[in-house]
């Protein structure tokens, strides 16, 4: 329905193109204005919502509206709209995408990808196309010259050719919505790519992932306990597994059960965690930071001194993994990343050679200080309908002596034809004196725990060798 304001500028030719009245409408604006990077300052700013960018566009769009009225039909993609919120969408916003991020219906829509002029929606975790276009190539590239303005960290150019950086989300106050563009050379001109991603989960508990399905009911106990110990972490698998999640969770509950403020950094390339605006984090020091690969290292180094008891990094590349092996040898406990894999035992051998191609060096050297930190490794998968699930928990065994030196040693794995976990109690002594000298209570309830959940649904087979390991360590690299 219109507005009073709407309805009196409601008149002309009942049959004009909307999309065509913007473009005069841009046309004329472009003849006001002293150059493009006026109306590229005025889009940023209007775009992510500041009132006095909106109050301007809007009174630019009614001041011209009423010397020349549109009158034709809105698109069926701003149906719903008034005329004025439509041309604004059009000429500065998110063009027929600025449903997705205003409409209450597309709320827990968890993504929407850009490639060209067409658009596709994810619900529960599946993509579908959305029956509206962009108007043109141009527009989107506008679209993706506004919201990099938006972030002046953010490099977009041939030479720098993806993006990754974060918007607020207008349907979720206190949350964010991920974005990761591609552009020419990556991809072929007239495909640029802008996926968004939305935070549409709050913190869970271990309680909430049970009851999602991505661990057992009888594993919340194990993992409460493993939690308490501190263990040297890595929760790993694809994109869309539930990895930030799961790390978020294990935090979290190590933030619950603690009897005194716990530090917490937190180091990320692109934010994306949710636990600085947790209810129970304003009982802890939790320090969020925000750095560039070229420089985690030492800001990374220089956290330390701000006496942390937990250290979080996601999505890990070389650049983490340098810092996370350099704490992990110098006795530091704690440590927690996310990363892209799907094998428990090849993380050592992945972890060390990403370090090697950046930085040089000695990789046999990178694998025996990324053998000296990780100690567990937690391995998810994502399911049909945005489901998610556990599929291996492993403790990393490096035995000089033996035939093949390093393996996982899986302490619960999903079997996906029975659909059910099994385990195994079989902790390295190394490892159960470590977890015991930590937290002796919680390290023999985990013990208790592990050997009743093993005797129930034993793991035939639990010890995965890493050959790609063994080749390193034999010489053979």
């Known amino acids: 329905m219109y507005s009073l304001k709407n309805k009196v500028l409601f008149r002309g030719n009942r049959s004009e193109d909307f999309f065509s009245y913007v473009e005069k409408f841009r046309e004329r604006f472009q003849k006001q204005i002293e150059s493009d990077e006026q109306l590229l300052d005025l889009a940023q700013r209007a775009l992510v919502g500041e009132s006095t960018a909106v109050m301007t566009a809007t009174k630019e769009i009614e001041r011209q509206m009423r010397e020349y009225p549109y009158s034709g039909r809105l698109p069926e993609a701003y149906q719903g709209m008034d005329v ?18 205003y409409d209450r219906q597309h709320m827990y829509s968890q993504k929407m990808q850009i490639i060209g002029k067409n658009i596709s929606l994810a619900y529960r975790g599946e993509y579908h196309p959305y029956p509206h276009q962009f108007v043109s190539a141009d527009r989107v590239d506008q679209l993706r010259r506004t919201l990099i303005t938006h972030n002046p960290r953010v490099k977009l150019n041939q030479s720098h050719p993806s993006a ?58 194990l993992f409460r306990n493993l939690i308490a110990c501190y263990p040297n972490l890595v929760v790993s698998g694809p994109v869309e597994s539930g990895k930030t999640t799961k790390g978020n969770t294990l935090v979290l509950e190590q933030l619950l059960q603690a009897e005194f403020s716990l530090g917490v950094i937190l180091i990320e390339t692109h934010p994306e965690s949710t636990l600085p605006l947790a209810p129970i984090a304003d009982k802890h020091r939790i320090i969020p930071i925000i750095a ?13 001194r701000h006496d942390p008891d937990l250290i979080y990094m996601s999505e890990m590349r070389w650049s983490e993994w340098l810092f996370y092996n350099f704490a992990g040898e110098k006795g530091y406990r704690g440590l927690l990343g996310t990363y892209h894999t799907k094998e428990s035992e090849d993380i050592p051998y992945q972890a060390a050679h ?14 025996m200080a990324t053998l000296k930190s990780v100690e567990i490794v937690a391995v998810l998968e994502p399911q049909r309908y945005g489901k998610k699930k556990l599929m291996r928990l492993s403790e ?38 470590r977890l015991s000298r ?30 790609k390991c063994q080749v390193v360590l034999e010489g053979n690299d």
């Open 396 to 433: 990393i065994r490096y035995d000089p002596n033996a035939k093949i030196q390093v393996v996982a040693n899986d302490l619960v794995r999903y079997d996906d034809q029975m659909k059910k976990w099994f385990y195994n109690s079989d902790l390295s002594a190394a490892l159960k004196a």
């Open 354 to 367: 990403a370090v090697y191609s950046q930085s040089g060096g000695n990789l046999k050297g990178h694998l």
């Open 438 to 467: 930590v937290n002796p209570g919680c390290a023999k309830e985990l013990f208790g725990i592990m050997e009743r959940l093993a005797q129930q649904a034993p793991i035939e087979d639990p010890i995965v060798p890493s050959m």
């Open 84 to 101: 004025t919120s439509a041309i604004f969408q059009e000429w500065l916003g998110f063009s027929v995408a600025a449903p997705w991020l």
């Open 164 to 221: 990754e950086f974060k918007i607020n989300d207008p349907l979720w106050p206190g949350r964010f919505i991920r974005i990761a563009v591609w552009i020419s050379p990556r991809v072929w001109e007239g495909f640029t790519t802008i996926t968004f991603r939305r935070q549409t989960v709050e913190n869970m508990s271990l309680d909430d992932q049970a009851g999602s399905g991505l661990i057992g009911e009888e594993a919340i106990p």
């Open 292 to 304: 560039s690969s070229e420089e985690l290292m030492d800001v990374g180094i220089q956290s330390l």
